[in-house]
């Protein structure tokens, strides 16, 4: 195998941390030019072939973005538009939500629905490619069977405890990791 067992890769975006000038950067309240395109998928190709393409399953443990100070569509575009350049390249990117900006953990779902539908809109025509069984959901049933197949192939498996698979984050995160 590769020779560690985990590596942390850090990448920081002003626009995804600040929400007031700082000493060390200055706070951004749009998102979304020609060069933030740019950073972003440079940033994404990197990692793709440092790691992806060398076999090397890569998870983003955590992205997201504060709403304070930022325009709105900003946000969902930055967050939506993380999501899509790593689905695009086979890394599975998990939104980071402790605060309840994005996602209702007491209602389990999110709080703004645009923002859902443009990360739901990262699948290819909304499949819900997480679906093992085939019951028109994903639940933790098709974690099992995920978990069991990569068992079966000697492959490391996550442990997943109490997990109700019904988040959006949740659902591209099994669909990479299926053909």
């Not at 000038?21 to 940033?43: C, M, S, V």
């Amino acid at each position: 195998m590769c020779g560690f067992s985990s590596l942390l890769y850090t990448v920081r975006f002003f626009f995804a941390i600040l929400e007031e000038d700082a000493d060390w950067g200055k706070n951004r309240t749009t998102w979304g030019t020609e060069e933030d395109f740019a950073e972003l998928n440079k940033n994404m190709d990197l990692m793709k072939s440092s790691f992806v393409d060398k076999g090397i399953p890569v998870i983003f443990g955590e992205y997201g973005c504060p709403k304070n100070n930022k325009e709105e569509d900003s946000v969902r575009l930055f967050l939506s538009s993380v999501c899509k350049a790593a689905y695009d390249r086979q890394m599975c990117p998990v939104l980071w939500d402790i605060t309840g900006l994005h996602y209702d953990r007491n209602q389990c779902c999110m709080i703004d629905s645009t923002l859902n539908q443009q990360l739901l809109s990262v699948l290819d025509n909304n499949v819900l490619k997480g679906d093992i069984n085939q019951d028109g959901k994903v639940d933790t049933q098709d974690v099992a069977i995920l978990g069991d197949c990569l068992v079966k192939k000697h492959f490391s498996v996550l442990r997943i405890r109490n997990m109700q698979i019904s988040t959006v984050t949740e659902k591209l995160m099994l669909s990479t990791m299926l053909p």
